[in-house]
């Protein structure tokens, strides 16, 4: 099997230099014959236009002035002499018939009348005809089969000359009569066999071809003998090299794992950065920012490229929230690469770009490689959210607090005046003091109620019942529930029918009703004696208005904007005359909008106010 992988090569290699060398050969005898025939037929064409011209120069001048004839059928005419070129062609026919067989013809487009065979007809005379009266100077050659015999056919331009012209342009029956020296008159071509010179340059080059067979085999021989010997010395090494191989391979294998495992933790700790809601960014010893996530670019309204490289705290952390300078020496963030410490802050700013600030919590946590501190990372977030979210809590523990504290005060006055014995003796004012705090009961077991209602809703926790609903009846049934409400404040309860009555909504009927009596009632109670409170309606394509319009004294325009939010009312001081919790529309815009729709009011100072409330339209509708 080793001798086969030895001895195969060295047979492709033998095969590929002997052919190799007899392309060379054939490529070397084609080039050989070519020069040798072109050479040839140009020593034919040379030689014959050089007799011509000293034929014409030395004998026609001479025997035309001696009164001989110079014609073409000189033959059997005496005292005549043939014309220069058809002395030419005929050298040419008797120097083909004793070497080589070449022949000498002149072609022409303008031929003698007696010469007419000679005029341009084939395919390789026009060819020529077309280059040569071009480019005189040169020659134009083609080898041509035909049947047995190859020929060079050799062309050459026949320039006239002086003494050409002087004959041409006078001689009876020119064709044409106004040559000039150097005009192109036609081709002369030689058609030359190569036969004969094949046969001689593959003669030549039998031996060529032997010594180049020989070389060629004592090179392989040459080669197999290195080739063994560098064998037996390669096992060693391809022994060595296989062990050392084993070992790379295995080492790159382990490598290859290791920078997978790299590559998969960076690739998680870029996603665990670009999906983190807080800012994060690094920083350098010298203050300059390593990396920095989508969110912290987001925040301050940066692109990455406008933060990288950076020193961070001057682009956005260089003023307190006050507005004063705040050097790098003594920002937290900076400290923490300093002085090793992790560092809390939750009562600066941060400025965005556009030149605005917001509120953060960050922290700053030093970095550690090697043992050596190498810079700091700091995440970061907007606690403008949370601290709204603290100041509202903390406006609704003080308003609860208040609004709990004046009925348990009232309460706890009355009954304490009535538990000392204040009134034993007057029975009359001691139930007025029982009504005062059984009033203040009721007021805080509605504000209760409401509490605890309102945090249902927002919460989700209370169902809505929802269920094709017809507006005529939810409104006969709202001016049921509050018509003795109204009785009691001698206000006119009044509602304007009309077509919208007949539409159907999707609701909650229990829940529109506390809507519209909570709307109703808010109405009555700020409405004059003898005043009228009107409900209405209107509709477009998508949606229908219900509208609850009074002519109390309006609401001012400072209150038209929060008056939905919770504790928030018209009349906000403690001797307010018309009750309330300040929840009802807080809870009454929650309960719209758990309906999908939308709640507002329009009201001017001194004219009243119409309260108005939009819900979409069920298919039954259309």
Known sequence: MTNLRIIFPLLLLLTVVVTAMVMHVSQLQSNLINSTALKTAELYSVALTQFRSLYSSEVVSKAS??????????VDRDNAIPLPATLGMKLGEEIGKHATGARAQLYSPYPFPWRSESRVQRAFEKDAWAFLSVNTDQSFSRFESTGETTLLRYATADVMQQACVDCHNTYPDTPKDDWQVGDVRGVLVISLPIDDIIAQTEESLRYT????????????????????????QSKVLQQRVEERTARIEKEIGERKQAMNSLIESEEHNRLLLDSAGDGIYGLDLNGNTTFINPAACKMLGYKVDELLGKPIHEIVHHNHPDGSDYPSEECPMYAAFTDGEVHRVEDEVLWRKDGSSFPIEYTSTPVYKNGALVGAVVTFNDSSERKKMERMKNEFISTVSH???TPLTSIKGSLGLIANGQFDEDPKTARKMLRIAYENSERL?????DLLDINKIENSDTLFEMKPLNLRTLLVDAIYANQGFSDKYNVKLSWQPSDEDQLTISADKNRLIQVLSNLCSNAIKFSPEDGEVVISTSHDDKTVRISITDN??????????SIFEKFVQADSSDTRNTGGTGLGLAITKEIIERHGGTIGLESTPGEGASFYFDLPLTDKSH
């Open 209 to 232: 071809t032997f010594a180049y067979a020989a070389i060629g085999l004592g090179i392989v021989l040459v080669i197999a003998f290195v080739i063994v010997r560098l064998r037996n």
């Open 403 to 405: 609004e709990l504290r």
């Open 552 to 561: 109390g004294p309006g609401i001012a325009a400072d209150y038209q904007q």
């Open 445 to 449: 077991t509605l504000l209760i109620n």
């Open 65 to 74: 002035a001696s009164g001989l004839d110079v014609t073409h059928d000189y």
